[in-house]
């Protein structure tokens, strides 16, 4: 089991910058997948970025060129860096831990930060 603590998010505009974290109650490493995931008006989450224990990263298309998934594992932390934001990427993002075991439950999700870009 792990638990997970989100910060950051905010409010810009268009073409602006935000970036968001989640800290984990245990190695990063011992973590099959870290992705974070946004979530639309009709409550569905969307993969936007992620990375897996070896270290590679994966991205939706829309999140290509803008976005950056990187992690501190001495910090047990995963951040998401958003640039040239632009209105759709609008939502909740919800940082998620796929433990890929066999125990209680093999996902985890954060608090959810709310992320707003408009004129």
């Known amino acids: 089991q792990v638990q997970l603590v989100e910060s950051g998010g905010g409010s810009v505009q268009p073409g602006g910058s935000l970036s968001v974290s989640c800290e984990a109650s245990r190695s990063i490493v011992s973590i099959y997948f870290m992705g974070w995931y946004r979530q639309a008006p009709d409550y569905k989450r969307h993969l936007v970025a992620g990375v897996f224990s070896n270290g590679t990263t994966k991205y939706a298309d829309s999140a290509k060129g803008r976005f950056t998934v990187s992690r501190d594992s001495a910090k047990n932390t995963v951040s998401l860096q958003m640039n040239d934001l632009k209105p759709e990427d609008t939502g909740v993002y919800y940082c998620?831990?796929?433990?890929?075991?066999?125990?209680?439950?093999?996902?985890?999700w954060g608090q959810g930060t709310q992320v707003t870009v408009s004129p």
């Open positions: 998620n831990a796929d433990l890929a075991t066999i125990t209680s439950n093999r996902y985890y």
